[in-house]
């Protein structure tokens, strides 16, 4: 049975930063893109980076800058590492696993709240 388990969420102040990790289980990890997606109350769910598997990565315009999404096979884990976070970064955050239009898996989300 497939799995992403995310974890690392929380609260954080404006400016701060927060990591959080999907762990994948029941898939071959090193076959699948990755990525990292977010939804806010009341929005849709928009994608924050994925890293293919290959390594190639690619951003949000959003977050460019400021999140780098990095994976290590051997922990069949993807990392998101967020910086210089900002109230509009509150949300909660998806892992998605993706092997092909077909093929697509999603954990359960985690949620990032930033605020004072």
């Known amino acids: 049975q497939v799995q992403l388990a995310e974890s690392g969420g929380g609260l954080v102040q404006p400016g701060g930063s927060l990591s959080v990790s999907c762990r994948a289980s029941?898939?071959?990890?090193?076959?699948?893109?990755m990525g990292w997606y977010r939804q806010a109350p009341g929005k849709q769910r928009e994608l924050v980076a994925a890293?293919?598997?290959?390594?190639?990565?690619n951003y949000a315009d959003s977050v460019k800058g400021r999140f780098t999404i990095s994976r290590d096979n051997a922990k069949s884990t993807v990392y998101l590492q967020m910086n210089s976070l900002k109230p509009e970064d509150t949300a909660v955050y998806y892992c998605?696993?993706?092997?092909?239009?077909?093929?697509?898996?999603w954990g359960k989300g985690t949620l990032v709240t930033v605020s004072s």
């Open positions: 890293i293919t598997s290959g390594g190639s990565t």
């Open positions: 029941g898939i071959t990890f090193t076959n699948y893109n």
């Open positions: 998605n696993a993706r092997l092909g239009p077909h093929i697509n898996y």
